[in-house]
C-alpha cells in the first residue's frame, strides 16, 4: 500500500497534468493532428431563454409520457386551418377578377345644332371671396341629344377671382378677359332649357352656380340616380362611373365641360329605359287620401262625460 505522501504527491501530479494544455499527437508526415470535433450540446427554449441541456436528452426526451390526445389533436386542427387559409391567400392573390362586360353605347349621329327634347349640361367653376372657398361660375357648355355642343361660354365672374382652380377647371386666367357677363348667360341658358329635360352629373352645384330654378320631372342627374350610387346612397364621382359603365377614361388631366356633359348623357342614354319607367310610376303613383278628422260635438262630449 501506498503512504500518504505518495498519494499526494501522485495527487498533485494528477492536477499538474489537468492544468497543463495537451500537446497534440504528431501523425506520420510530422505535422500535429486536428483536435476531434466536439458536437455542441443540445439546446431547448423554455420561454425567452435558451438553456443547454445534456447529452442524455434525447434518451430523456423519448422516455417522456407522450403528448395528451385532446391536446394532440388541438395542434393538428390548428396546423390544417393554418395551411388551408395560406392556401386561400395565394388562390385570392393569383385569381384574376373577371371585369363585367360593357355594353358599348354611342349617340346618334348627326350634325345638328339644334335644341333637342333632352339636353346634357355642365358647368366650371373658379374660387371667389377669402381663401377662394366659395365657386362662381365660369364656363357653361350644353349639348343637345346627339351630342354636338349648342352652347358653350365662358362668364365672368360679379366677384373678383382668387383661385382659378386650372388643374380642375380648365380655366385661366386669359380665357375670362372680354367674356360675357353672369347676366347674360344666366338669362340664355334659362331661355334654352326651359321646358326641356336637362342630364348632367351634380345638377344641384350648376343650378346653385347659375342661380337657376327646374322643375325636378326635367332633372336627369347621374349622381342622384340609385343604381349608380354606392351604398348608402352616396354617389360615385363622373370619372369612375364613366370608366367602370361605359369603359370610358375622362379627366386625365384638366377637366373639360363638354367632355363631362358627354359622358353624363351618355350615362343616360344606356340607362333610359328603366330611368324613365320609375319617373312614370312615381308621378302617376296614386296618393294617400287623408281621413277627415271627426270633431265631436257638445251634446256627445257631455254624453261621454
Known sequence: EMSTPQKLNKKRKQQTEAEQPTKRRKGEDGKPTPEPKVEALPQIKLGKKQIVVGQNWNKLKSSLPPTHPGRQRRLEKEKALQEEKEQAEKQMATKTKKK????????????????????????????????????????????????????????????????????????REEDLVGA???????????DLIRGRIVVGHGLKNDF?????????????????????????????????????????????????????????????????????????????????????????TKEEEEESD
Not at 183 to 189: C, I, S
Not at 220 to 235: E, V
Request: hydrophobic share 35%.
Open 100 to 171: 363585367p362586360a360593357i355594353v358599348p353605347v354611342s349617340l346618334p349621329s348627326s350634325d345638328s345644332l339644334e335644341p333637342t327634347k333632352v339636353l346634357a349640361l355642365d358647368c366650371e367653376m373658379v374660387g371667389v371671396g377669402i381663401g377662394g372657398f366659395d365657386s362662381a361660375l365660369a364656363r357653361v357648355t350644353i349639348l343637345n341629344s346627339y351630342g354636338n355642343t349648342i352652347y358653350d361660354k365662358f362668364v365672368l365672374p360679379v366677384e373678383r377671382v382668387v383661385d382659378y382652380r386650372t388643374k380642375y377647371s380648365g380655366i
Open 208 to 296: 346653385r352656380a347659375m342661380m337657376l330654378h327646374h322643375p325636378f320631372t326635367h332633372i336627369r342627374d347621374t349622381a342622384k340616380y340609385r343604381p349608380l350610387q354606392r351604398k348608402k346612397g352616396r354617389p360615385h364621382s363622373l370619372k369612375v362611373l364613366t370608366q367602370k359603365v361605359l369603359g370610358i377614361d375622362i379627366q386625365a388631366g384638366e377637366h373639360d365641360s363638354g367632355e363631362d356633359a358627354r359622358a353624363a348623357l351618355l350615362l343616360y342614354k344606356k340607362f333610359k329605359p328603366e330611368w324613365e319607367k320609375q319617373i312614370e310610376q312615381a308621378r302617376f303613383k296614386p296618393k294617400k287620401k287623408k281621413l277627415p278628422k271627426v270633431t265631436e
Open 180 to 190: 360675357p357677363s353672369f347676366q347674360t348667360v344666366q338669362k340664355e341658358v334659362a
